[in-house]
């Protein structure tokens, strides 16, 4: 029965002294001059003026890029709402482009990690859509980018296959 007991406590310690581990990694960055603690947001904006309308002839769905999107540093890692991709579905006889509710605040899929003392980089993806045989059909591009948040210049955002890049904020 001892025994029991102190194998209890040990495995109990254990996992405390895990626990402990993991929150003294915790820890606040500064971007731009300005401390970014756990638990903080910052919003990722992309600038649309550098965007063209249409990528390879098919129209960008500008609804569903990553603006706004609100951004958590956690501490550790920069965390983003949960997502989903937008779907073509019939509703009432027409088709309509819709993302679930649970992905709606982050339909791009937007990602973002930080990299040595003010580096993110992330990915997100740009859709576009077009007509075939009458119903609309949606194709996505993959997008990355890198840069230093908080800075004028802004953050550099390309796409390879779209062959477009442009800018974006995260502040």
Not at 75 to 97: L, M, N, R
């Amino acid at each position: 029965m001892q025994m029991k007991k102190m194998t209890k406590l040990a495995l109990a310690a254990a996992v405390a002294f895990a626990t402990m581990l993991g929150y003294g990694k915790s820890k606040s960055i500064v971007i731009a001059g300005e401390t970014i603690e756990p638990g903080d947001t910052l919003t990722f904006d992309l600038n649309t003026d550098d965007l063209p309308e249409t990528i390879k002839g098919q129209e960008i769905l500008t609804e569903f890029l990553p603006n706004g999107v609100e951004v958590e540093w956690t501490g550790k890692k920069f965390k983003t709402p949960k997502s989903a991709s937008p779907k073509v579905k019939k509703v009432d006889g027409e088709y309509e482009i819709v993302v679930k509710e649970k992905g709606e605040d982050n339909p791009s899929a937007l990602k973002v990690s930080y990299k040595s003392s003010t580096r993110v980089k992330g990915s997100f993806k740009i859709y576009t859509t077009y007509e075939k045989k009458g119903k609309p059909k949606i194709k996505s591009y993959s997008v990355s980018f890198t840069g230093r948040p908080g800075v004028s210049d802004g953050i550099n955002v390309s796409a390879k296959k779209a062959a477009i890049s442009c800018t974006a904020t995260l502040q």
